[in-house]
Structures are given as structure tokens and as C-alpha cells.
């Protein structure tokens, strides 16, 4: 009786121990259905546990409602092969065009976790790809608030069952817009990340060597490991002036080996920061109605014209845009008159900061440069004046360039109306064009083969084929290369208008491309930076 009582004892004590042990599973590891446990896993708390915000869990709730709970990216049991595909392409987001504040921003620990952040991540990238992420048209320019397509959108556009990487980036391409500079920028992005084994997110404050030698070449060093292009081991002088020029070419810069004002900006800026940029331009381009059948196009980062005509490419020019202290401002405008020898109405800020100065040194330098000196409207004999007696806050007269090949605007000019005072033509100074960064005018844009240019304009300026521009291509040659030497280059003076104005872009994107790759070019005015800031939000 004693032993049976015992027994009964011992059973009783280990039914007690196995209760108090006993776990709830979770139901991610049940045996019950992934449709079941998608049912359980929108519950409104549980997405709320995981991180999701309101609208994130709207739209969740909505897509599984409409399927049924039916999974997509997973079966009973784990995830799919193009679900694990799709989840790696979503967590390197950067390659397909979305900045990391974009993002979903939670943690899976499971396959359930893993199909609800698949579909959340698909439903707000596949939006910002359609629709962009930054409102250009707002004043000021603000971020566009994070929002999904529509459920039913969804399950029509993301058809993603591959299971290669590479696919899978392309797809979200089609997302975008059906641009050549769109497709160049995006397959550049994928090729880009992909090559590189992490992305640098590290911000330097590389000084120019003229502001301290050394501490220049120190940072310089420090920035040029972080962005791989040389290794920690080497120290000397030699070997990080030869990393830095393989860092120039790679960033569009005049490979000297010297740490200046461009170098310094391509130094301080991430790896990360630079990405941010392609896809800016890329969120241009998106913003972006479409262009008229003839248009040019000027981008000043890349400081490049194109003349296009029915979406082909006709004219294709190197320009020199304005340095930084003078930069040459974006604007949409038309082409209305071509000039022939025109003369220069010098602005003010150039006549008094530039030609006064030289001018009370040796009067002799205005008829050097063949300038004539007018005040109220009255031709001025410039050694009749003091001009000590003059300064930037005291100066009546106005400085006129007369026409001529060494008149400043060259021998051919392009006007259009804008509030900046700015325009496009010739130069004699014709070595700058073939320098990698063009950054020299006073905001004005110098152009290289300007006459080929305005011949091309000319030949396609009618509105019918019975009305067309009376001065064709052949006669602006006879016009700036009359054989003639006695006439004076200001007779010569001819102003064309056009028939059909030609609508002028002057933009700003520093992404661009050269054939079918990608080109990254520095941001020459910081104009990028507000608009990076806006991404990261």
C-alpha cells in the first residue's frame, strides 16, 4: 500500500511539473495553414508589435482581405525561392532606386513576418517608382508623403516570380518612367551596388591644399580608403596623389593629382550620397512633363547643349556654365532671335568689380578690349573722366563691348527672354571646352561649334512648308564670313528672329549618361544637397 502510494505520489508531482512547463507556440510554427496564420498576423496589434504604421497596416489588411489570406511569397512552411530573392532585392533597395528613409522600416524574425514585409515593401516602392518621391512643383520643395498603390494594383503589376537577383532589379525599372537617361541612370544604379562589396556612408571635410597642406592630403587619404581606392597600408605622398587621380577620372574631374574645389567636393561627399543623387535625377526625370516635338536641352552639371527634333538628337555642344560665385540659374524659356556679331551690354556687377579696376590702373585697357564708355545714353571719351572719383556704389556709366571674334559673346549670340539676364553663344576663349569641369563664366553659357548649331536651327525654322525662316543656313555663313575686311564688324550687326521659337530647358541633374552608361557629375552648385535632404526624411 506504502509503495502504490508512493507511485500515485510521483505521478501526480511530474503531471504538475509538465503543466508548469508547458509553452504556448507561437502560431508562426502551428501546424495550422499560412492562410490561417496570415489571418492572424493582420490583426491590427500584431502588425502594430511589428512596426507598421497606420497605413502600412491599412494596406495590408486590404491586399490579404481581397486574396483571401492567400500567401504569395511562402508556402506552409517557409519562404519561396523568389520570395528569399525578393526579400534580398528589397533590403539592398539603394539599387533599384529607393533611398533607405523610404523604406519599411521593421525587423522579420519568420517566414510570416517575411511575406508581410515583401508585400508592404512592394506596395510603398512600387508607388515611389510610379509616382516619385519629392513634390518639385511645391513651394518650397517638400518630400511626398509615404503612401501605397492600391491592393488591386498590386496583385495586377507584381508579377515577380523570378528567382534571379539581377531580374528582379530590372523589373522594378519598368516601374518608372520610359526614358533612355531613366534606363541608363537605373541599370548604372544596379551595376554600381552590385559592384562594390559595402556602400560607404561616411561624410568627410577634406580642406583645399591652398588652406593646409597637410591636413588636405591626411583627409584626402582617410576619404580615398573609405571609398576603396586605396588600401590603409600606403602612406606616402606618391601613392595617395596616384589613388586621388584614379578618384578624379572616376568622378569626371581633370586628373592632376591636386586637392581644389572640385576634388574637395567629390572627397567629402559618400559613396551613399552620391547614389542619393542618381536617384534624384532619377525623381526629375519622373516629375517631368513630356518635351515638345524640338526643344534644347541644357544641362549645366554636365555642361552639355542638345538640339532635338522629333526625339532624335540633331546638335550636341560642350558649354562653359557660370563658377560657382556666379551660377548660371535654371529656366524654362524660347529661343526667339539669333544675332550675328553681336555687341556685349557688360552688367553692372562685371563693370564695376572687374572692368573699374582695371580701368583706373590704365585707361588704355577699354580700347584694348574694345570697350566704349556711354552715360545717359551718350557716347563718353574715357580719358575725359576720373575715374578714381568712382566705386561700386558711384558708377553712371555703362561699358559696351563693340562686335568682333575677341568681343566677349563671340561672333554669334542666342537670345531668349528671362528674368536672370542670361543667354547662350560663342567665346573666344575656345581651350575651355575641352576641360572635364567647365565651371568659368559669369552665369552666361559659352558654347563650342555655335554656328553649326544656328545653321541646324535655321534649316528646320518654318511653320509650313511655304513659310520658312528667309535666312537659311548658307546665308548665315555668308553673314559671319563675308570675305569683306573694310566693312566694321557692328555694320555687320544682323539680328534673325525666328518663326517658330525653339523652347529652351536649362536643368540641373548631375546623373546623366554618355551612350548607355551612367555619369555621375559633381554638384558644381550644392543644389543636389537640399533636395538629398528631402530623400532622407
Known amino acids: 500500500m506504502r509503495r502504490l502510494f508512493v507511485f500515485t505520489l510521483l505521478l501526480f508531482s511530474l503531471g504538475c511539473s509538465d503543466k508548469k512547463e508547458t509553452k504556448v507556440i507561437p502560431f508562426e510554427f502551428s501546424t495550422i495553414s499560412a492562410s490561417e496564420k496570415l489571418k492572424l498576423a493582420t490583426d491590427e496589434s500584431y502588425l502594430k508589435a511589428q512596426g507598421y504604421d497606420e497605413l502600412a497596416i491599412q494596406f495590408l489588411q486590404d491586399y490579404y482581405s481581397k486574396c483571401k489570406h492567400e500567401p504569395k511569397w511562402i508556402n506552409d512552411t517557409m519562404l519561396l525561392s523568389n520570395g528569399l530573392a525578393l526579400k534580398e532585392v528589397l533590403q539592398q533597395n539603394i539599387a533599384i532606386g529607393i533611398p533607405n528613409a523610404r523604406m519599411i522600416q521593421v525587423n522579420t524574425s519568420n517566414y510570416i513576418q517575411d511575406e508581410l514585409f515583401i508585400t508592404a515593401s512592394l506596395g510603398r516602392t512600387i508607388h515611389d517608382l510610379h509616382y516619385g518621391m519629392i513634390d518639385f512643383k511645391s513651394a518650397p520643395t517638400i518630400a511626398k508623403p509615404k503612401k501605397f498603390i492600391s491592393p488591386d494594383s498590386l496583385e495586377l503589376l507584381a508579377d515577380f516570380s523570378d528567382t534571379v537577383k539581377r531580374d528582379l532589379q530590372i523589373k522594378f525599372m519598368h516601374f518608372g518612367p520610359k526614358d533612355s537617361l531613366y534606363t541608363a541612370l537605373a541599370y548604372g544604379l544596379i551595376e554600381w551596388t552590385d559592384s562594390l562589396k559595402s556602400i560607404d556612408t561616411n561624410r568627410f571635410n577634406v580642406p583645399q591644399t591652398k588652406e593646409d597642406t597637410l591636413g588636405s592630403l591626411r583627409e584626402a587619404r582617410e576619404s580615398l580608403i573609405s571609398k576603396g581606392f586605396m588600401n590603409d597600408s600606403i602612406m606616402d605622398s606618391l601613392g595617395i596623389t596616384n589613388a586621388l587621380k584614379s578618384f578624379q577620372i572616376a568622378n569626371l574631374i581633370k586628373p592632376d593629382g591636386k586637392i581644389g574645389y572640385n576634388t574637395c567636393a567629390a572627397l567629402n561627399e559618400s559613396t551613399y550620397d552620391k547614389m542619393l543623387r542618381v536617384i534624384l535625377t532619377m525623381d526629375k526625370i519622373r516629375s517631368k512633363k513630356p518635351y515638345p516635338k524640338k526643344y534644347l536641352r541644357i544641362n549645366l552639371p554636365e555642361y552639355k547643349l542638345r538640339y532635338f527634333e522629333d526625339d532624335t538628337l540633331r546638335s550636341e555642344h560642350n558649354i562653359v556654365v557660370g563658377k560657382p560665385a556666379n551660377s548660371t ?4 524659356s524660347k529661343l526667339r532671335k539669333i544675332v550675328v556679331y553681336p555687341f556685349w551690354n557688360i552688367p553692372y556687377s562685371i563693370a564695376t568689380k572687374e572692368i573699374l579696376p582695371a580701368t583706373k590702373r590704365n585707361v588704355g585697357y577699354l580700347a584694348k578690349h574694345n570697350y566704349k564708355v556711354y552715360k545717359g545714353g551718350n557716347l563718353i571719351d574715357p580719358y ?9 556704389r558711384s558708377f553712371p556709366f555703362k561699358f559696351i563691348q563693340d562686335p ?20 547662350f553663344h560663342d567665346s573666344p576663349a575656345k ?5 572635364p569641369v567647365r565651371a568659368f563664366s559669369h552665369g552666361c553659357m559659352r558654347t563650342q561649334n555655335p554656328v553649326q548649331l544656328g545653321k541646324i536651327i535655321l534649316e528646320k525654322d518654318s511653320l509650313s512648308p511655304r513659310r520658312f525662316n528667309p535666312v537659311r543656313p548658307d546665308t548665315l555663313d555668308s553673314l559671319l564670313f563675308s ?12 539680328e534673325i528672329k525666328l518663326i517658330d521659337p525653339v523652347p529652351i530647358f536649362v536643368e540641373y541633374e548631375t546623373g546623366a549618361r554618355e551612350g548607355q552608361k551612367m555619369r ?3 554638384d558644381i552648385y550644392g543644389r543636389d544637397e ?3 535632404k528631402l530623400l532622407e526624411e
Open 329 to 332: 540659374p535654371e529656366l524654362t
Open 384 to 392: 575725359t573722366v576720373n575715374w578714381r572719383n568712382y566705386g561700386i
Open 404 to 423: 568682333g571674334p575677341k568681343n566677349s559673346l563671340g561672333i554669334i549670340k542666342f537670345d531668349f527672354h528671362n528674368e536672370h539676364s542670361v543667354y
Open 431 to 435: 581651350s575651355l571646352f575641352s576641360l
Open 483 to 494: 570675305i569683306s575686311d573694310t566693312i566694321p564688324f557692328e555694320d555687320k550687326h544682323v
Open 520 to 522: 555621375l557629375h559633381i
Open 530 to 532: 537640399e533636395y538629398i
